[in-house]
């Protein structure tokens, strides 16, 4: 049971998804005892056991769709020789096992100023495991952000990324104190595997930045609908802890799948398609649900 748990750790430092399974109560004869556990990775490993036979098969049917919809679900099996003799379990009696989420979405924060503060602050309490980078030592300080799980400088924005493994669970905001800064950071979470990559200012900075990375060929096979920029909810907040909260908010409501109505910052999907001189086909650079980017990779 220990090694189980010290996957659930490694996995959630290297902000990979799975799904424990655990043998709550038992009742009668059972292949699986209370305690058991059985833990299912996002890549399809499995550790562990809850019994094996046709319950097992069961559990990890059930864990696949829990690891799709993050809400926990707890299973009741009712077991008699007629009904599991075929499976080999020749046994009678009644299993409960929960199932539940292993999450863990980071937020990377590219940039320690003033909005990273309050993004850190309000995303660590939401749930995120928050890293915070930026090429000034002193601004990248535990003081400075307490609720970060990691903190990351250098002298250059290369020898930053070069620290950075970004896992595909990741929510990327850029958030730097200048627009070649932006570019740079924009352009280093555009390629990686991020599923959501936000920048931070103005839809005329955006198409700015865009335009540029376009005519160097940074935008070619990139999947823009991971694209949220301009970043945020529009709240028409204006200050850096009302800019944190429409942030903060579009993280959480694309983590659930709910962006679908909400009025955001954004570019128009067709407008930045349009800026990385594509033609727009069926099938690509669509948006994962309904219209809008809000499915969850596959988080933070």
């Known amino acids: 049971m220990i090694d189980v748990f010290e996957e659930i750790a490694q996995m959630r430092a290297r902000g990979e998804r799975g799904v424990l399974c655990t043998v709550v109560s038992t009742t009668g004869s059972t292949p699986g005892k209370e305690a058991m556990r059985l833990l299912l990775r996002e890549s399809g490993g499995i550790s562990g056991s809850v019994g094996g036979g046709c319950v097992e098969a069961e559990v990890v049917a059930a864990a696949k769709e829990v690891l799709e919809s993050e809400l926990p679900r707890k299973l009741e099996f009712r077991l008699t020789e007629e009904a599991t003799g075929s499976a080999g379990l020749m046994c009678g009696g009644l299993v409960e096992v929960f199932v539940e ?68 669970s990741a929510y990327c905001v850029v958030v730097t104190r200048g627009h070649a800064m932006d570019q740079a950071c924009l352009d280093f979470a555009l390629h990686s595997k991020a599923a959501y990559v936000g920048l931070i200012g103005s839809r005329v900075k955006v198409r700015g930045i865009l335009g540029r990375l376009r005519d160097e060929g940074r935008l070619a096979g990139i999947d823009l609908a991971r694209l949220h920029a301009p970043i945020g909810l529009d709240i028409g907040g204006g200050t850096h ?38 033609t727009r086909t069926p099938g690509t650079d669509a948006d994962p649900v309904g219209g809008v980017a809000g499915s969850a990779p596959a988080a933070p």
């Open 101 to 168: 989420p292993i999450t863990a979405p980071h937020v990377v924060l590219f940039g320690g100023g003033h909005v990273s503060r309050s993004v850190s602050v309000m995303a660590a309490d939401a749930g995120f495991r928050v890293t915070v980078v930026d090429d000034r030592a002193m601004f990248v300080t535990a003081e400075r952000f307490p609720n970060a799980a990691r903190l990351v400088s250098a002298e250059t924005w290369d020898e930053v990324f070069a620290q950075l493994s970004i896992p595909a």
């Open 241 to 278: 802890g009302e800019i944190a909260v429409s942030i903060v908010a579009e993280l959480i409501a694309f983590r659930r799948r709910r962006l679908e109505g909400h009025r955001l910052m954004r570019l128009p999907q067709e407008e930045t398609t349009r800026i990385a001189g594509r």
